[in-house]
C-alpha cells in the first residue's frame, strides 16, 4: 500500500504562468482592458491593515484585527514596439506613462485586474480581482549582449481591491486584428454621407467597443468575425484612427480618413 495520499479525481496540478493581468487603457467610463502580452514573474501580494487589539484579557499576548487589505503586483515583461510608429505595445505605454514627470495625482493611477488563467480546464471563478493602482518600472537585461528588451513592473495598490467575476474567455480567443476602414456601402449609408464605416479584419465578434479618434462609437453592430459596421461619432474632417475591443484585447490602430 503506497504511502501518497490520493488527489480527489478530476483534479490537476496548478502551473506558474495560469495567471493573466489587464491594464484599463480606456477611461472609467468606458473601460477598455488590454491584456498584458509576455510576462512572467507574476507576483500578487495581499496584505492586511491592522489593528492593535490587545486587552488585558489576552494575558499579555498579541492581539490585532485586520481592518482593510491592499494588494501591489509585481511581474516582468518584454518589451515589443511597432516598427514603423516606434511605440511599445499599449499596455506598456500605459504603465511608463504613468511613470512620467508630469504624472501627478489622478493621472499617475492606473487600472488593472488579475485572474487565474488555466493551461486547460475551468478557469477559478473566485481567483480574480480588480484594484487601482501606482506604478514603479525598472529596466532589465541592460548589458551589451543584445539581450530581449524586459521591463520589471511593480503595480502598488491605492485603497482596497474588489473581487470580480473570472474574465478569462478562453486561449481560444485571440486579439482582434483590422485590416482596413472603408465607407459604408450605400445600401446602409445613403447618398454616401460618410456617416457610417465598415470595418474588416479577424476575431472581431464580442466587440465591446469602436473608438475612432479616441472617441467612443454608440452606435455598430458586429455583422460576423471579419465585419463591423459603424456609425462615426461627430468630428471634423480629417484622418483619424479606429480601433476595435473585444473581450480578448484592443487592435493596433488602423486610419481613416473622414468628411466632417
Known amino acids: ?46 496584505t492586511p491593515t491592522t489593528q492593535d487589539a490587545q486587552t488585558y484579557d489576552d494575558l499579555g499576548a498579541a492581539n490585532v484585527d485586520v481592518t482593510g487589505w491592499s494588494i501591489s503586483h509585481a511581474f516582468n515583461a518584454q518589451v515589443n514596439r511597432s516598427v514603423t510608429t516606434g511605440l511599445y505595445l499599449p499596455e506598456v505605454e500605459a ?25 486547460s480546464g475551468a478557469a477559478n471563478p473566485n481567483d480574480a480581482g480588480q484594484g487601482f493602482f501606482t506604478v ?21 495598490g491605492k485603497g ?35 456617416k457610417q464605416i465598415t470595418i474588416t479584419g479577424t476575431n472581431l465578434t464580442g466587440a465591446t467597443a469602436v473608438t475612432v479618434k479616441a472617441i467612443a462609437v454608440t452606435s455598430f453592430a458586429v455583422i460576423s468575425s471579419t465585419t463591423i459596421v459603424a456609425v462615426l461619432p461627430t468630428d471634423t474632417a480629417g484622418t483619424v484612427p479606429v480601433v476595435v475591443t473585444t473581450p480578448a484585447g484592443v487592435s493596433a490602430a488602423v486610419n481613416y ?4
Open 136 to 156: 514603479a518600472t525598472t529596466r532589465q537585461n541592460s548589458g551589451p549582449n543584445g539581450e530581449i528588451e524586459v521591463l520589471s513592473v511593480t503595480l502598488t
Open 95 to 119: 504603465v511608463l506613462a504613468r511613470t512620467n514627470p508630469d504624472a501627478k495625482g489622478e493621472s499617475a493611477v492606473i487600472e488593472a485586474r488579475w485572474y487565474h488563467k488555466p493551461e
Open 1 to 46: 500500500m503506497g504511502s501518497t495520499v490520493p488527489l480527489p479525481a478530476g483534479t490537476t496540478l496548478g502551473k506558474s504562468f495560469e495567471y493573466g493581468i489587464d491594464i484599463n487603457v480606456g477611461t472609467l467610463a468606458a473601460k477598455v482592458w488590454q491584456p498584458f502580452r509576455r510576462i512572467s514573474g507574476f507576483q500578487p501580494s495581499p
Open 160 to 194: 482596497t481591491y474588489d473581487k470580480i467575476a473570472n474574465p478569462f474567455a478562453g486561449w481560444a480567443v485571440t486579439t482582434p486584428s483590422i485590416s482596413s476602414v472603408s465607407a459604408a456601402s450605400p445600401a446602409v449609408n445613403p447618398a454616401g454621407t460618410g
Open 257 to 260: 480618413t473622414r468628411a466632417a
